[in-house]
């Protein structure tokens, strides 16, 4: 595996389902990111980790719930999913600040 | 609060036409990306812009930055086909982890 992955592609849940995406960089970064993506509206910045510590949230719900326990991966975890939740969940990596981010594919979320 | 305004949202050319995107954005930064995203993709990286005056070119594509004005450009040059996408600017708040997205300009080349 090559940059940056995500499991699973995609995810349909009821709104009593507890689920995790899961994010794998292969590019020895020491950043990862979560970010949201909505119809009509831009990017929004979730969650950043940097050497596995939280330096950045967003204002998150609590129902969304990230781990990162090594520099390679992150997670993050769903309860209690509103159907507002819907949307597009992106994973990202960089080397640190002042450089792009890589993204991987995504998660379709859909709940019902 | 930052904020980071594309404009225009939506542009259809015709190939072989010139056209300009601009990114305006709120706070001050010296931080300037940009991102092109196909249908049902996720983002790939085009330009990092790190200083006021920076200018990078790949191909048909030049971006900018202008930081007193708070302002960064992405110019298209002679279109094709190839290039139709969204196209997001996103800003570095410097120092910070956080990066703000414009709202993207979905681009259409007409053959």
């Known amino acids: 595996e090559t940059g940056v992955t995500q499991t699973p592609r995609h995810l349909v849940m009821g709104m009593t389902n507890k689920k995790s995406l899961k994010c794998e960089q292969h590019?020895?970064?020491?950043?990862m990111y979560w970010y949201k993506q909505s119809a009509k509206k831009p990017l929004e910045l979730m969650f950043v980790?940097?050497?596995?510590?939280?330096?950045e949230n967003n204002s998150v719900p609590s129902r969304f719930s990230p781990e990162c326990p090594n520099s390679s991966h992150l997670f993050l975890h769903l309860h209690t999913l509103q159907p507002e939740d819907s949307a597009l969940y992106l994973c990202a990596s960089s080397q640190a600040t002042a450089r792009a981010q890589y993204f991987g594919p995504g998660t379709r979320l859909t709940v019902l | 609060e930052l904020k980071v305004e594309q404009n225009p949202l939506f542009l259809s050319m015709q190939e072989g036409k010139n056209y300009t995107i601009y990114c305006n954005y709120s706070?001050?930064?010296?931080?300037l990306y940009w991102y092109r995203q196909d249908p049902g993709k996720s983002l790939e990286s085009l330009f990092v812009?790190?200083?006021?005056?920076a200018v990078k070119q790949e191909g048909r594509l030049m971006a900018s930055l202008d930081t007193k004005a708070r302002l960064s450009t992405l110019h298209i040059t002679a279109a094709v086909h190839d290039l139709s996408a969204t196209y997001f600017c996103a800003v570095e708040v410097a120092g910070t982890y956080k990066y703000i997205f414009g709202t993207g300009t979905r681009l259409k080349v007409l053959a």
């Open positions: 812009l790190l200083s006021n005056g």
């Open positions: 590019l020895g970064h020491n950043a």
């Open positions: 706070t001050t930064s010296d931080r």
């Open positions: 980790y940097s050497l596995e510590e939280r330096v």
